[in-house]
């Protein structure tokens, strides 16, 4: 009977530790979900200020799958330029780097980019906790992985325009060559005419 009673126990035992161990799971899941939505709140703070824009077109960019960075300097070069978000976003679309847009636009990149730094370091001296500066952090980082893949584009479209320029300056010299030689050798040719 001792050994049936002392079972049971074990069991009891068993399931009230189990039960604890599922509310202490639950309220873990629960209580990274509350520091996932605060730290996604922060970010959105922190993409507001640096882009100029609202939450809604934030949220819609989004759902577009574009990054907090791309939506920065997107917004960013909206801002300034007086442009609808959508048409700095078509120019995008179209494969347009970050530079040629601002330069459409009548801006230079480097004066956008030093704006959304001051309005990205204003915010961080706001932080009050680690959600904020780690939401400051984050949306730090994506711009400047942004402003790097603009400098990688840059420098590949400028190697490209030389080697064009390169193959053009080549088939131009060729034929340039041509013609002259082709002068060259009809003026023999009248010379000699003259001279006969």
């Not at 603009?150 to 320029?165: A, D, L, S």
């Not at 193959?167 to 002259?180: L, P, T």
């Amino acid at each position: 009977m001792k050994k049936v009673i002392s079972g049971m126990g074990v069991i009891v035992l068993t399931i009230a530790l189990t039960g604890v161990v599922a509310v202490t799971a639950e309220q873990a899941a629960t209580q990274t979900q509350v520091q996932t939505q605060t730290q996604n709140n922060e970010q959105l703070e922190v993409v507001k200020k640096a882009s100029g824009l609202n939450a809604k077109s934030i949220e819609a960019m989004h759902k577009e799958h574009y990054g907090d960075g791309e939506i920065v300097i997107a917004g960013a070069i909206a801002k300034n330029s007086n442009k609808p978000i959508g048409q700095i976003m078509s120019m995008r679309k179209q494969g347009m780097g970050w530079g040629e847009i601002a330069q459409k636009n009548n801006l230079k990149l480097g004066n956008v980019m030093k704006s959304i730094h001051a309005n990205i370091n204003a915010y961080g001296k706001q932080a009050k906790d680690k959600e904020d500066v780690d939401a400051v952090n984050k949306v730090r980082n994506e711009v400047q992985q942004q402003e790097k893949l603009n400098m990688q584009e840059m420098m590949q479209h400028r190697n490209e325009q030389i080697q064009h320029e390169g193959s053009m300056g080549g088939q131009q010299g060729g034929s340039m060559g041509e013609h002259m030689n082709g002068q060259h050798d009809s003026g023999m040719d009248m010379n000699g005419m003259h001279g006969k």
